[in-house]
């Protein structure tokens, strides 16, 4: 690729010939404003802000869609292109209810970013909303379409990215608003709870719904234990929420903080991720012995699993039955925990601490209740423990690191990886290896599955045996691989053994619970302390993790056995799309 | 008077739909001389000619057709999307010399190498659907039309596809979208639709009447075509005349005709001239000074205006511009496609303001304050056409000033406002 | 899904231009609205699309549903709700409205008894405000289904619905 050489005002900057005009100016430090544009995606040209004057040109023209040209000389804000700017920000703020004090995005919304940045004081237009009710109808996601400003991020993220395409633009005009199809609410639409549409979102419009105030509860109620689970990319990711760096561990202190706010026991989710990979290394290692049906597909993505029920039904028979590491760790606090410490169940809360959002979700699925109660009663995301955190005043960044408690949180390198898209897959190959071959796995390092690719496959020796094994992240290259899957299960042939399914772009460290910004260089950054804490631990496949190996001995027999498949398996549900009786 | 007709003159054999008589007539003889020549001769002549779009626009027809570039398929649409307020000429041309569409669509074709061709009607012509795919089918019988046109190894087949109802698919990017079963947002551009057009190919969208001419050039040469009207706008053109005139209709005059001209042929104004807007609702609404004005490109450009689709709504003294300002703002607010912010922000407020005056509930802070808005659309609308509100906004607010403040000071005027 | 209109018409596994991902899509959706037309208006009487329709037709042309009904959303001449057995679209733009539009539609509204948007309680017809009807030579004027009607007179317009309603013509 030639690079090109243009002046932005009066910066001469030199960029590769496919760059922006927008992207060659924030090289050259100017920051131009935004309100659709986001890195991650593509541009187009939606909210007008970033129009620029390019000498020779007539009019101003969208930066963001404008392709550099060798000797360009380009002006971003003259006074007349700041008046528009303005003009534009008074028609939406105009438009935009006035409730920032009270709403989710307040000191991270882009919208009040840009009203601030830009002096508006004044809103001479008549004012304006949609008057809509918010939908709080689905279990991780509520949308209040009364702020939402148009920018298409979220229709471009469902539709173009994830591919589950569950809402869109509808009317037109000023009456255009983001739904789902026909008058459902979110709830009923096939709306997977991913988040990658609240990551996206620039204001308040689509947020996590919350469970603070019911954990505040519990935690302020005496008579109950709160037993709290902490998921592998919470850690790398924690700590952004406190001006720390993405990919920082903050485990320590967030063992800490928990403890700090009156969590009584603090278990770690990579214990019961050690634990998904001795089941479903040996649920692998039965399915090659009976040679069908190939491929097995992890399962510990609930915004996947979801997807899979309501758009690939046939393929249900593929996926392990192993629950997700939460599930499986929610399911133990409530039996085996329990039971060892002489409590009423009753009075036992299980929180679990996730990147993400569907986990909510997931949370309240009726085969999650092999307690005989819900086995995780609230999940709280990254961001969620954040405002807690900073509502007790407490200094996150200067906490010592704490510990957790015995039981249910040791954990191995192959454990913390499952953040990572290819973690899951690596884990399970570390174990399914010595499983199978009764050898040692000296080099355990596989690093075709790792890193932000959308798709990563590989082949692995395992004692004479070829075995395939495939990596997707995202949804939509999810939906590429599952087609591939389901037209070769047609044919009665498989291209692989093993295939890893994450919902979101760059594993659960991209989940709809992180910090926003969410980006795909935080993704990667995030992933990159995922790998440093696997390859500094003192050991490194799950199946070597004491408190496993005690947790099997003392309470669960052996790996797929009966009491495992009672608490740590589960069953899939064919989902109808939408139902209409007319 | 004016007696070069060329449409008209099909429009008057009375059978639209006869393949035959319209044959009889020289019909498809333009087409018979264009396959003679090779494709790049056929662009040539077109370009020589001078035939500007005939949608809005204007842009050089041979000029559009030579920038087509790359592409292992091309497309050639012809936009039947009328939706121009005051403009109905494509209507009359698809009713009444549907073959002279076909016919230049057809050479067009040729031109850029094109195999297949669309008309994009709009839904609210289902009749002209139906008699579409009827003349398609005779035009196929009769070898003008399908495989080996003519007797030549040129071969081109043309569909009709049915518009939902929306003003802004009017705009050729919008139309390609529609066509290919979206919502009638308009591209970004560049690139352009002569390099990634329908389904990311190569394809040239030329108006109805801009086709119904091209027979012309072929069959009379450029040079006669460029004869007529004026230089920068060579040719014919169908006015639509409409409004506060004793018979409103289409008339095809030769371009840089004074609105006189037409106002008379359309017998004259009914009472007291008091306005005029010419090239339709993105247009100025001028004064009866208008009269004098040539109908051509460059013409109204110097006027302040523009030709646009040469649609001519003549408004006597019954008429209350603050009205006029309040459906002309709710026309732009109602068809916004709201892709972009300052157009679907700004032609609601807009619309917002104007139907306030017009209903004696105006604040005279309003009248600054559309100028503003107006001019943060003309700075960074998406596409032309939140571009253009300004003209008809700082015409009717320049122009008719005094009377649309008298509105803002609570004059009642005599309808019921309220639609 | 197009990506500012970039859509690739072939093939069930192709992908887009702009690289988006390879859903299965027609190589007919060019056909898509008038598919919507004729699923809306495929018997007499009947004006809109049902849910079960829609669905139909995302399903025939492999369209998300959210996106189809976004699609249907944009364009005014389709319903997804009951509407009348006519659809009156009485044109409000600057040719009709300076030729006495608001007349007519203060005489179809105190005759009918509904305002626009709105349909009469025998569900015989709905009242639709539109613009532009590509007719203004014969200003005002309106449409009624398929058929355009100008230069009637009030007690002209009375006994065209009064027979419309009775199921005639």
């Known amino acids: 690729m030639k690079n090109v050489t243009l002046s932005v005002d009066g910066k001469k900057i030199t960029v590769p010939e496919c760059a922006t005009v927008f992207s060659a100016a924030e090289k050259a430090g100017i920051s131009i404003p935004t309100l659709c544009r986001h890195e991650d995606l593509e541009p187009k040209g939606a909210c007008g802000m970033c129009i620029v004057k390019i000498e020779g040109q007539p009019g101003f023209k969208r930066s963001c869609v404008t392709r550099v040209e060798e000797g360009m000389d380009v002006f971003t804000s003259t006074a007349a292109i700041r008046d528009i700017r303005r003009g534009i920000l008074e028609l939406i703020l105009a438009a935009h209810p006035a409730d920032c004090l009270q709403c989710i995005k307040h000191g991270k919304c882009e919208l009040q970013t840009l009203a601030e940045r830009f002096e508006i004081r004044d809103l001479r237009y008549d004012r304006y909303t949609r008057g809509l009710s918010v939908d709080r109808s689905s279990l991780g996601i509520v949308r209040d379409m009364n702020k939402c400003i148009g920018c298409g991020r979220c229709v471009q993220v469902c539709n173009e990215v994830q591919t589950v395409a569950s809402i869109f633009f509808h009317g037109r005009g000023s009456n255009t608003i983001v739904s789902p199809a026909c008058g459902t609410t979110m709830g009923d639409s096939v709306c997977v709870n991913c988040g990658q549409c609240v990551v996206y979102c620039p204001v308040g419009a689509l947020y996590e719904r919350e469970a603070v105030e019911e954990v505040w509860n519990a935690i302020d109620d005496p008579d109950k234990v709160v ?95 192993c629950k997700s590491p939460q599930q499986m760790l929610g399911a133990l606090i409530k039996t085996h925990y329990v039971e060892s410490r002489g409590l009423d169940r009753d009075n036992v809360v299980s929180l679990s601490i996730m990147p993400c959002t569907a986990k909510k979700f997931e949370a309240t699925r009726p085969e999650m209740h092999s307690s005989d109660a819900r086995d995780v009663d609230y999940v709280l995301t990254t961001r969620e423990i954040a405002r807690m955190i900073r509502q007790a005043g407490i200094d996150f960044r200067n906490l010592p690191d704490g510990v957790p408690d015995p039981l249910l949180s040791c954990y191995s390198g192959a454990a913390t990886i499952f953040g990572a898209s290819g973690g899951v897959m690596e884990a399970a190959l570390r174990t399914a290896y010595e499983f199978a071959t009764g050898k040692t796995l000296e080099k355990v390092d596989f690093v075709d599955m790792r890193g932000m690719a959308g798709v990563k496959e590989a082949e692995i020796d395992v004692g004479g045996t070829p075995i395939k094994v495939a990596v997707t992240n995202g949804l939509g290259n999810a ?76 309470f669960l027999g052996s790996p797929g056995g009966e009491r495992a498949h009672k608490l740590l398996h589960t069953e899939y549900i064919p989902r109808e799309r939408y139902q209409f009786s007319g | 008077m004016n007696d070069i007709q060329f449409v008209a003159r099909f429009a008057a054999l009375g059978k639209p739909l006869d393949i035959d008589a319209f044959a009889l007539s020289s019909g498809f003889s333009g087409l018979r001389k264009a396959l003679a020549m090779a494709p790049a001769e056929v662009v040539a002549e077109v370009k020589r000619s001078g035939l500007r779009g005939r949608g809005g626009a204007g842009f050089p027809t041979g000029l559009k057709w030579e920038s087509i570039v790359g592409g292992d ?48 009607v709009r839904g609210e012509y289902p009749q002209i659907v139906a008699s579409l795919s009827s003349a398609i089918a005779s035009a196929v019988k009769a070898g003008y039309l399908g495989e080996h046109i003519l007797g030549s190894d040129f071969a081109f087949g043309v569909e009709v596809r049915k518009g939902g109802g929306s003003y802004v698919v009017g705009d050729e990017t919008a139309l390609l979208n529609s066509l290919m079963g979206n919502r009638g947002y308009p591209f970004l551009k560049p690139p352009f639709p002569t390099e990634k057009g329908l389904w990311g190919k190569p394809t040239i969208v030329n108006n109805v009447e801009t086709l119904a001419y091209v027979p012309y050039i072929f069959a009379h040469g450029a040079d006669a075509f460029a004869s007529i009207g004026s230089p920068d706008s060579p040719g014919l053109k169908l006015f639509s005349v409409s409004g506060h005139v004793a018979h409103p209709g289409v008339y095809e005059f030769p371009m840089g005709s ?41 013409s109204m450009r110097k006027a302040g205006g523009a030709l646009g689709s040469g649609a001519l709504v003549f408004m006597n003294t019954t008429v209350n511009m603050a009205q006029v300002l309040d459906v002309t703002m709710r026309f732009f607010a109602e068809e916004s496609c709201g892709q972009c912010f300052p157009c679907r922000y700004g032609t609601r407020q807009l619309a917002f303001m104007a139907n306030k005056i017009a209903s004696g509930q105006g604040k005279v802070e309003y009248l600054d304050l559309m100028r503003d808005t107006a001019r943060v659309m003309v700075g960074s609308s998406l596409c032309p056409f939140g571009q253009s509100i300004a003209l008809p906004l700082e015409s009717l607010l320049n122009g008719f000033g005094d009377e649309v403040v008298s509105f803002v000071k609570q004059q009642e005027f005599l309808k019921e406002a309220a639609v | 899904m197009a990506i500012n209109g970039r ?50 037709i995302a399903q025939d042309y492999g369209i998300p ?105």
Request: aromatic share 8%; hydrophobic share 40%; net charge negative.
């Open chain 1, 227 to 321: 037993v709290a689970q902490i998921a592998p990319a919470v850690r790398a990711a924690i700590g952004e929420e406190f001006g720390m760096e993405p990919g920082e561990l903050g485990i320590g202190r967030l063992y800490s903080a928990l403890k700090a706010l009156g969590v009584d026991v603090v278990f770690d989710t990579n214990f019961s991720a050690d634990l998904t990979i001795v089941e479903e290394a040996t649920e692998f290692l039965g399915r090659l012995k009976k040679s069908d049906p190939f491929p097995l597909i992890t399962s510990c993505s609930p915004g996947w699993v979801k997807f899979g029920e309501t758009f690939y039904p046939d393929l249900l028979e593929n996926v392990s039955s």
């Open chain 3, 7 to 56: 859509v690739s018409a072939g093939g069930a596994d192709t992908v887009d231009d702009a690289g988006g991902v390879g859903k299965k899509r027609s190589t007919r959706r060019d056909t898509l609205l008038s598919a919507l037309h004729e699923v809306q208006n495929h018997s007499p009487g009947k004006t809109w699309i049902t849910n079960g329709e829609l669905a139909g």
């Open chain 2, 73 to 120: 398929e091309r497309y050639l649409v012809c936009n039947a999307d009328e939706g121009e307020p005051g403009t109905f000429k494509d209507r009359f041309v698809l009713e009444h010399a549907p073959f002279l569409v076909l016919e230049g669509m057809a050479i067009a074709a040729y031109a850029i190498g094109a195999r297949t061709g669309y008309i994009y």
């Open chain 1, 479 to 554: 939906r590429k691989m599952l087609d591939r899957i389901a037209e070769e299960k047609r044919q009665g042939r498989s291209s692989y053994h093993f295939v890893e399914i994450m919902a979101c772009a760059g594993g659960c460290v991209g989940g709809g619970g992180q910090p926003i910004p969410n980006t795909l260089a935080r993704r990667a950054a995030r992933i990159e302390g995922l790998y440093r804490e696997d390859r500094d631990l003192p050991f490194r496949k799950s199946h070597e993790n004491p408190e496993v190996k005690a947790l099997y001995a003392e």
């Open chain 2, 258 to 298: 004074t609105v006189r001209d037409l106002e008379a042929a359309a017998g004259g104004a009914m009472g007291n001239l008091k306005a005029v807007q010419i090239g339709g609702t993105a247009g100025p609404v001028f004064d009866a000074a208008a009269l004098d004005y040539s109908l051509d490109f460059a």
């Open chain 3, 65 to 169: 549903l959210a996106e189809l009904d976004g699609i249907v959303s944009f364009y005014t001449m389709f319903s997804r709700e009951r509407r009348g057995r006519h659809v009156i679209r009485l044109c409000d733009s600057l040719s009709c409205r300076i030729c006495g539009s608001l007349d007519i539609y203060q005489h179809i509204r105190k005759k009918l008894g509904i305002s626009r948007g709105m349909t009469t309680g025998d569900g015989a017809f709905s009242l639709e405000i539109v613009n532009c009807l590509g007719a203004c030579g014969t200003s005002p004027n309106m449409m009624i289904d398929d058929h355009l009607i100008s230069g009637l007179s009030a007690a002209e317009i009375d006994t065209m619905l009064d027979s419309l309603a009775r199921g005639e013509a």
